[in-house]
Nanobody, 114 residues
Framework: QVQLVESGGGLVQPGGSLSLSCAAS????????MGWYRQAPGKRREWVAD???????NYRDSVEGRFTISRDNTVNTVYLQMNDLKPEDTAVYYC????????WGQGTQVTVSS
């Protein structure tokens, strides 16, 4: 069974940085396209970034140049480095394979506020 455990969220001031981790089991991240998603209060979950099995990365326009997705195959973990955070980045962040498995983790809360 697939298990995805997100961590690394927190409260940060605008302009700050956070590094999120997604520890995966039941799937090998290097063999799959993996993505980060986020869901803000009252809004639908949205795609943020992805990394293909070949290492190609894609980002939604609003985070391009500020966020970096990466993975470490040795620990089967996907990361999201977030810099220059803005209040509109406030959300619960999740990771999943693309196409999505039904096994969403609990997510990690990111709050950007002064």
């Amino acid at each position: 069974q697939v298990q995805l455990v997100e961590s690394g969220g927190g409260l940060v001031q605008p302009g700050g940085s956070l590094s999120l981790s997604c520890a995966a089991s039941g799937i090998r991240v290097y063999q799959n396209m993996m993505g980060w998603y986020r869901q803000a209060p009252g809004k639908r979950r949205e795609w943020v970034a992805d990394i293909s099995s070949e290492g190609t990365t894609n980002y939604r326009d609003s985070v391009e140049g500020r966020f970096t997705i990466s993975r470490d195959n040795t620990v089967n973990t996907v990361y999201l480095q977030m810099n220059d955070l803005k209040p509109e980045d406030t959300a619960v962040y999740y990771c999943n394979r693309i196409p999505n498995t039904p096994y969403w983790g609990q997510g990690t809360q990111v709050t950007v506020s002064s």
